[in-house]
């Protein structure tokens, strides 16, 4: 069973607007989320992170939103760049609120998204 | 700044085999976690290991194991090797006191 859900495959997005990924978890033990982008033949590169304790956290072009009562968050970014052509993982961990270090994380499938000049 | 460092990048081994994947997490960094990524796939979590000691284990499977040296660098030990186990593998560290992962490059790990 997938915990975490990233439902859209891939995204197409002009340069210049705004492109949203989405992503959904079921299991409520989770209190600490991530995005990752993935470039072919790279590792996972972290992008921005959010505690459950917050609902929204931002650096520079990226903004991501936790709506933990829809066990759902996104990401934005704005405005898209053609280097942001990459695929985005979604990624969620718990343990971190007991205080016993994070847990493996569970990654989505991932949202490939493309950037259109 | 220093990243996560995997070896070899590339490994070719035939069915029933073993292979040893290494990884030097960033220097302070006292959590290692294993991932496989098949084609296609998400990453999936294996194991982790926090201050040398097994911390959290996922999907590895049995002919899988790993350990974290003394000086914080992991191993990871695949014997009877099948075709299925033909998949990126990669490595991340962490601060124990944080989520945020950071990612190796990865082996990529190709069974004939």
């Known amino acids: 069973d997938q915990q975490v859900k990233q439902n859209s495959p891939s995204l197409s997005v002009q340069e210049g607007r705004i492109s949203i990924l989405n992503c959904d978890y079921t299991?409520?033990?989770?209190?600490?989320f991530l995005w990752y982008k993935k470039y072919p033949a790279e590792g996972p590169t972290f992008l921005i992170s959010i505690s459950s304790i917050k609902d929204k956290n931002e650096d520079g072009r990226f903004t991501v939103f936790l709506n933990k009562s829809a066990k759902h968050l996104s990401l934005h970014i704005v405005p898209s760049q053609p280097g942001d052509s990459a695929v985005y993982f979604c990624?969620?961990?718990?343990?971190?609120?007991?205080?016993?270090?994070?847990?493996?994380?569970?990654f989505g499938k991932g949202t490939h998204l493309i950037i259109q000049p | 700044a220093a990243g996560v460092i995997q070896s070899p990048r590339h490994l070719i081994k035939e069915k029933r085999e073993t292979a040893t994947l290494k990884c030097y997490p960033i220097?302070?960094?006292?959590?290692v976690y294993w991932y496989q990524q098949g084609p296609g796939q998400d990453p999936q979590f294996l194991i982790s290991f926090y201050e040398k000691m097994q911390s959290d284990k996922g999907s590895i499977p049995d002919r899988f194991s790993a350990q974290q040296f003394s000086d914080y660098h992991s191993e990871l030990n695949m014997s009877s090797l099948e075709l299925g186990d033909s998949a990126l593998y990669f490595c991340?560290?962490?601060?124990?006191?944080?989520?945020?992962?950071?990612f190796g490059q990865g082996t990529r790990l190709t069974v004939v």
């Open positions: 991340a560290s962490s601060l124990a006191s944080r989520a945020e992962a950071f």
């Open positions: 990624a969620a961990s718990a343990g971190l609120s007991s205080g016993g270090g994070a847990d493996g994380l569970t």
């Open positions: 299991n409520s033990m989770f209190d600490y």
């Open positions: 220097p302070r960094h006292d959590t």
